[in-house]
C-alpha cells in the first residue's frame, strides 16, 4: 500500500454516495490480467512482496520479517475484505497463471467519497506495463462502480515509477495532501469526471 492518510481536505460534491456491494467479490479482467480476491492461498507470494528489498524500496516499514506475520496480515487483510473495509486484489497473468502483483483500494472514506489506492507488482513483471494496466482497471471500478468522488495515493516522494505511473493515468500532485508526520510520502489525486 502506498501510505497511510492524515488529512482529507479535498473540496468534493458529494451528492452520490459510494457503493460497497461487493458481494460477490468483484474480479476484474484488462487484456492481460487477471484481478482476483485475495487468498490463504497467496501466503508465498505475498511474503515475497512484503520482504523483498527490491518491492519495498520505497515502503518504509511495511516489511515482514516471517511468514507468520504475513499470514497474520493475510488474515487481516481478508477479514477487511468480509467487512468491507477495502478492497484488495491480486493481480495474475492471465495466460501464465502466475502472480504479478496486488492492488487495492482501501481507507474507504463515506464522509469525502473515496478511497485510496495501492499497489505493488512483483521484479518479474516490472516495466511491461502491466500495473498502468491494473490500475486503470481498478480506478474505473472505484468510479464507475462504487460511485467514489475521488481517489488518491500517497507515493515516496523518491519513487520516480510510481509517480510517473500515476500521471500518466491522471493523478494530480497535491501539495496541501500530508502523511503522517515525518512521512516522504507524498499525495496524488484523481477526482471522478
Not at 515482514?64 to 488474515?75: N, Y
Not at 509517480?163 to 471522478?192: H, M, Q, T
Request: net charge negative; with cysteine; glycine share 4%.
Amino acid at each position: 500500500m502506498t501510505g497511510m492518510i492524515m488529512s482529507r481536505e479535498v473540496t468534493i460534491d458529494n451528492s452520490a454516495a459510494m457503493i460497497k456491494d461487493f458481494i460477490p467479490y468483484p474480479e476484474i479482467e484488462t487484456i492481460r490480467l487477471r484481478l482476483r480476491k485475495i487468498s490463504v492461498s497467496d501466503l508465498e507470494d505475498m511474503f515475497f512482496m512484503r520482504s523483498d528489498s527490491e518491492v519495498n524500496l520505497y515502503l518504509g516499514d511495511y516489511r515482514h520479517a516471517s511468514k507468520q506475520v504475513t499470514s497474520e496480515w493475510l488474515d487481516k487483510i481478508i477479514a477487511g475484505i468480509e467487512n468491507e473495509d477495502w478492497l484488495f486484489w491480486v493481480m495474475e497473468s492471465k495466460v501464465e497463471r502466475r502472480f504479478v502483483g496486488s492492488v487495492c483500494l482501501w481507507n474507504l472514506s463515506t464522509e469525502t467519497n473515496s478511497a485510496e489506492l495501492g499497489y505493488a507488482v512483483h521484479p518479474d513483471f516490472q516495466k511491461q506495463g502491466l500495473m498502468d494496466e491494473a490500475l486503470k482497471a481498478v480506478v474505473n471500478f472505484g468510479f464507475e462502480r462504487m460511485k467514489l468522488s475521488f481517489i488518491d495515493a500517497f507515493t515516496h516522494r523518491e519513487n520516480q515509477p510510481s509517480i510517473r505511473l500515476l500521471e500518466r493515468n491522471a493523478f494530480v500532485f497535491d501539495p496541501n495532501r500530508k502523511a503522517e508526520e515525518g512521512s516522504p510520502n507524498i499525495c496524488y489525486v484523481k477526482k471522478s469526471k
